[in-house]
């Protein structure tokens, strides 16, 4: 499988539209690395990990199509990772494609997807929750509970094929105990963790940082669901915790700091 990170960042991006913060003024002066655009990712050009506001923006800057993608996973209805208007392209006379696609989440999603459905077939939902499992375009599928999202089944996603297993788990705090309970013993080849707090060591329920992700990591070695080959990635960051990527890379050894445009393969 391989993996493309098309947006790394948390709800206001980075630079945020309006943020004189340091880090943003950073992020204008450097560009590179250091700007990223809402969060969202593509497996093997034909599984979509979310659609945000940035997707089409994502899919001219760095050459993608979602011409092939049949499948999308969202992990929650917040508008950074779901943002259902520009679904309803998908119907003529707007767009013209033959293939349905299949949008996979939470009740909510749903709901807020429903107004855009039309009669034509060509956006199908299907109702995910934790512990659901499926076969989502030949790749195997497991729902797992996030912590994050009130009102709502927040959700974050376990991908396998051909041996071949990763999670993609943003926005979520630390595992839950019942998620590592089914974690435990399923090795994995990547792990992509929520670092919304960055640098920051705050106690706020929903998102982790750094240090989290170091503890993460840990306890998911203890358990067997990665080991030394295993590659960690910190992912989804806001720049009210941020770091020039440089320093991020130096306060978070043993994880690769994502950036809009990588790709990674297992």
């Given at each position: 499988?391989?993996?493309?990170y ?18 943003c003024k ?19 050009g ?22 092939d ?49 039309g ?41 396998e ?52 992700n ?9 358990i067997g ?25 130096k ?7 994502a950036?809009?445009g ?5």
């Amino acid at each position: 499988m391989k993996i493309r990170y098309l947006g790394t960042a948390a709800a206001e991006g980075v630079p945020a539209v309006f943020c004189q913060c340091h880090i943003c003024k950073m992020a204008r002066r450097l560009g590179g690395k250091n700007v990223r655009m809402r969060s969202g990712a593509l497996i093997d050009g034909r599984l979509k990990l979310d659609f945000g506001p940035d997707s089409y923006a994502q899919m001219l800057r760095f050459g993608e199509s979602y011409e092939d993608v049949e499948h999308v996973l969202i992990t929650h209805s917040h508008e950074d990772h779901f943002l259902p208007t520009d679904l309803n392209y998908i119907h003529p006379p707007f767009g013209h494609r033959e293939k349905a696609l299949n949008i996979w989440g939470d009740e909510k999603v749903g709901g807020m997807l429903e107004p855009y459905v039309g009669t034509d077939g060509m956006l199908v939902f299907h109702r995910m929750l934790p512990g659901d499992e499926a076969d989502v375009g030949g790749y195997h599928v497991t729902a797992l509970r996030a912590v994050h999202a009130h009102g709502e089944v927040p959700l974050f996603y376990r991908v396998e094929k051909d041996g071949k297993a990763l999670i993609y788990a943003h926005d979520t705090d630390e595992f839950p105990e019942d998620v590592m309970e089914y974690l435990k013993g399923k090795r994995h080849d990547l792990i992509s963790l929520d670092c919304t707090n960055g640098v920051l060591q705050l106690d706020y329920v929903g998102h982790m940082g750094i240090g989290d992700n170091i503890r993460m990591r840990e306890k998911l070695m203890d358990i067997g669901a990665a080991d030394e080959k295993t590659v960690f990635v910190c992912n989804h960051f806001s720049h009210n915790g941020m770091a020039e990527y440089g320093e991020m890379e130096k306060l978070a050894k043993g994880f690769v700091i994502a950036y809009d445009g990588m790709e990674m393969e297992i």
